[in-house]
């Protein structure tokens, strides 16, 4: 009996310990929206970071990520702070082309401090396109604000 109570935690409970590590994998806290002119990725967080990734991918074309966006530079990210395509506000770096992102794209933004993910989050684009006027989060849902509630 106690064979199998091993076998069972090791097959089934302590892939879900690994996966508790980062709770802040694929699910944010990010938020984008966006038009045909702008993207706009919004930052939840507070902290030191020194790598910004994204990529996207259209699932029914292909499946290889493609980098649009790429910053290696230290950098103090407040909660609230949006990176807009074209620059980021106060910072000469960072300077990104705005890809297109049909509805189905996958798109993907993480940022890293010392090759550890800081925050990182995978989106789906509706069908209907990126929001305008409200925030994309990763669940799916658009929100009126790009960062929850502190409480």
């Given at each position: 009996m106690s064979?199998?109570?091993?076998?069972?935690?090791?097959?089934?409970?302590a892939p879900l310990g690994l996966s508790?590590?980062?709770n802040n994998l694929w699910q944010g806290p990010l938020a984008v929206r966006g038009s045909d002119q702008?993207?706009?990725?919004?930052?939840?967080?507070s902290g030191p970071i020194d790598e910004i990734v994204a990529s996207y991918?259209?699932?029914?074309?292909d499946l290889d990520w493609v980098h649009f966006w790429e910053v290696k530079a230290p950098l103090d990210v407040s909660r609230g702070d949006v990176f807009v395509n074209g620059a980021i506000?106060?910072?000469?770096?960072?300077r990104f082309a705005l890809p297109e992102l049909p509805a189905g794209t996958e798109m993907d933004v993480a940022l890293y401090l010392n090759d550890s993910p800081v925050a990182s989050a995978v989106f789906k684009?509706?069908?209907?396109?990126?929001?305008?006027n409200e925030w994309l989060h990763?669940?799916?849902a658009t929100r009126p604000q790009p960062c929850e509630p502190v409480n």
């Open positions: 064979r199998w109570l091993l076998a069972f935690g090791l097959i089934v409970l508790a590590c980062d702008s993207l706009e990725i919004a930052v939840c967080t991918r259209n699932l029914s074309t506000a106060g910072a000469p770096i960072g684009v509706p069908t209907t396109g990126l929001p305008a990763p669940d799916g």
